[in-house]
T-cell receptor
Framework: DAKTTQPPSMDCAEGRAANLPCNHS???????VYWYRQIHSQGPQYIIH???NNETNEMASLIITEDRKSSTLILPHATLRDTAVYYC????????????FGTGTRLQVFP | GAGVSQSPRYKVAKRGQDVALRCDPI?????LFWYQQALGQGPEFLTY????????KSGLPSDRFFAERPEGSVSTLKIQRTQQEDSAVYLC???????????FGSGTRLTVV
């Protein structure tokens, strides 16, 4: 079973920041937080991952709370092409590497 | 190629027919995964290979499902005696190292009629 909880859907205006929350209250010390997204009719796409510290790359920023029980993915300037399902996943690298997906958050970016 | 390639892109099978789905991972990627995605759901893990070794097949739903990767590169997912509940998108992913993000293919959409 997925170890994360996400809202089923969110809306965001084009050009505004999209903040996608994720709860992972049972996360253990060895588990990373990963974010993927899936645009319609495509396979999931890796966005970003982190352990404790906040992370930023060309796609997004990841903010992890100090207790690591929740995180937020931030798309700083959402575009229509960011409309997708966003999955938050916790993963222990000591396991067999498999990702366990939940149902994700469907983000709709509108003009 | 630059990405993970899956074929066919679409497959329609009559109930009871056997199907074979192919995955060409990124060259040199050691890890290969198969996932099944039903409509409106997140991908569900089926099986995992490290090179040619199938290290985890705990997600295969029944003994009608079989996966292989004989030379540690191309993989085939075979479904025997297909049933309507097998209708889904089958996704393949590969990675160079477990700590990095996976690269997924676009999937094969299987429809059993």
């Amino acid at each position: 079973d997925a170890k994360t909880t996400q809202p089923p859907s969110m809306d965001c205006a084009e050009g505004r920041a999209a903040n996608l929350p994720c709860n992972h209250s049972t996360i253990s010390g060895n588990e990373y937080v990963y974010w993927y997204r899936q645009i319609h009719s495509q396979g999931p796409q890796y966005i970003i991952h982190g352990l404790k510290n906040n992370e930023t790359n060309e796609m997004a920023s990841l903010i992890i709370t100090e207790d690591r029980k929740s995180s937020t993915l931030i798309l700083p300037h959402a575009t229509l092409r960011d409309t997708a399902v966003y999955y938050c996943i916790v993963r222990d690298l000591a396991d067999t590497d498999k990702l366990i997906f939940g149902t994700g958050t469907r983000l709709q970016v509108f003009p | 190629g630059a990405g993970v390639s899956q074929s066919p892109r679409y497959k329609v099978a009559k109930r009871g027919q056997d199907v074979a789905l192919r995955c060409d991972p990124i060259s040199g990627h050691v890890s290969l995964f198969w996932y099944q995605q039903a409509l409106g759901q997140g991908p569900e893990f089926l099986t995992y290979f490290q090179n040619e070794a199938q290290l985890d097949k705990s997600g295969l739903p029944s003994d009608r499902f079989f996966a292989e990767r004989p030379e540690g590169s191309v993989s085939t997912l075979k479904i025997q005696r297909t049933q309507q509940e097998d209708s889904a998108v089958y996704l393949c992913a590969s990675s160079l190292r477990g700590s990095l993000g996976y690269t997924f293919g676009s999937g094969t959409r299987l429809t059993v009629v």
